[in-house]
């Protein structure tokens, strides 16, 4: 897991050790890698992992060391690929039976209708948006990002739409962003503190 350089905050580095330890997970750690196999950047890697030459998945998997890289595919594999794209045919019934038990009160992310509140009215607002963007350096402060994404989005952390105060703001990549709406009170803490490490003294 390739740890990004600019939010070190939640991390603490050990001398006796010569590794990082995370201070909220404190059995998690990390070692400095001095160059990723691909992309030649510094890392933190998590220990027992074993991707250890690479930043990141993204990296492990990317040009050469992609499994399939360079190999070529018969007309018969290729043609059962397709066909298997198809995918399976359900009646209509059937559609409406698992759009139904998917939806509203029974999706399992249903958090009582509050995604259809409307925002706050500075929400509309771009320049207030760029705002909490510029305050946070134009990066994700997410310590544990994957750089997946160069995509920058502001996050609720209560996850109250109304609520745009600038301490329930944090700029995040895309990616970050997507995760964020699952484990909820998870990411709602976690982000809490960041915000609380990094502007305390405001």
Not at 123 to 152: A, H, M, T, V
């Amino acid at each position: 897991m390739k740890i990004c350089w600019d939010n070190l905050e939640k991390i603490k580095y050990r001398p006796n050790r010569n590794d990082w330890q995370d201070i909220k997970y404190k059995a998690i750690f990390y070692d400095y890698k001095e160059k990723c196999k691909n992309c030649n950047e510094s890392f933190l890697a998590r220990k027992k992992k074993k991707e250890e030459e690479f930043c990141g998945k993204s990296c492990a998997k990317k040009g050469e060391n992609h499994p399939n890289y360079d190999k070529k595919c018969s007309e018969e594999l290729k043609q059962k690929m397709s066909d298997s794209h198809l995918g399976k045919r359900f009646s209509n019934e059937t559609k409406q039976r698992m759009s139904e038990s998917q939806s509203g009160e029974n999706h399992p992310n249903w958090q009582g209708g509050i995604s259809c509140e409307p925002y706050c009215d500075i929400w509309l607002d771009k320049e207030y948006k760029n705002s909490i963007k510029e305050r946070d350096g134009y990066q994700c402060l997410n310590p544990i990002c994957l750089k997946e994404s160069k995509r920058l989005c502001v996050h609720h952390i209560n996850y109250i739409k109304k609520d745009c105060s600038p301490f329930n703001l944090i700029t995040l990549c895309n990616s970050c962003n997507v995760k964020a709406n699952s484990d909820r009170d998870w990411n709602e803490g976690w982000y809490k503190i960041i915000i609380n490490q990094r502007y305390k003294n405001l």
